[in-house]
């Protein structure tokens, strides 16, 4: 098992439960491959440059242990999301 960081801005045209229920699923999918350590809910930020037209966006940084193939399953899930602008995950030294 390795510990890992995720950071994922959700866009912020969607609504509090909606942004809630992508968290939620992502949430979950990491619960079933492994334990969520923290997790911190930075909340709707500027963007430091457009990303689909839009200068806001909703941030979460979630702590993980996992095994060590997960990862690229969870980036992949990511990127086919409706809703996610931008992720980020990597491994965390101990």
Same mark, same amino acid.
């Given at each position: 098992?390795? @510990?890992? #960081?995720?950071?994922? *801005? &959700?866009?912020?045209?969607? $609504?509090? #439960?909606?942004? !809630?229920?992508?968290?939620?699923?992502?949430?979950?999918?990491?619960?079933? =491959?492994?334990? /969520?350590?923290?997790? $911190? #809910?930075?909340? @709707?930020?500027?963007? !430091?440059?457009? *990303? =689909? $037209?839009? =200068?806001?966006?909703?941030? %979460?940084?979630? =702590?993980? %242990?996992?095994?060590?193939?997960?990862?690229?399953?969870?980036?992949? +899930?990511?990127? /086919? &999301?409706?809703? +996610?602008?931008?992720?980020?995950? +990597?491994? @965390?030294?101990?």
């Amino acid at each position: 098992m390795a @510990k890992y #960081e995720t950071m994922l *801005i &959700t866009t912020a045209t969607l $609504d509090e #439960e909606a942004t !809630a229920a992508l968290v939620g699923k992502f949430k979950t999918l990491i619960e079933a =491959n492994g334990t /969520i350590d923290s997790i $911190d #809910e930075w909340g @709707k930020r500027r963007l !430091a440059y457009p *990303i =689909n $037209d839009e =200068n806001e966006g909703v941030y %979460t940084v979630i =702590n993980f %242990t996992s095994e060590p193939d997960f990862p690229a399953e969870l980036d992949r +899930v990511y990127k /086919i &999301t409706e809703g +996610v602008m931008r992720s980020l995950i +990597v491994a @965390k030294e101990d």
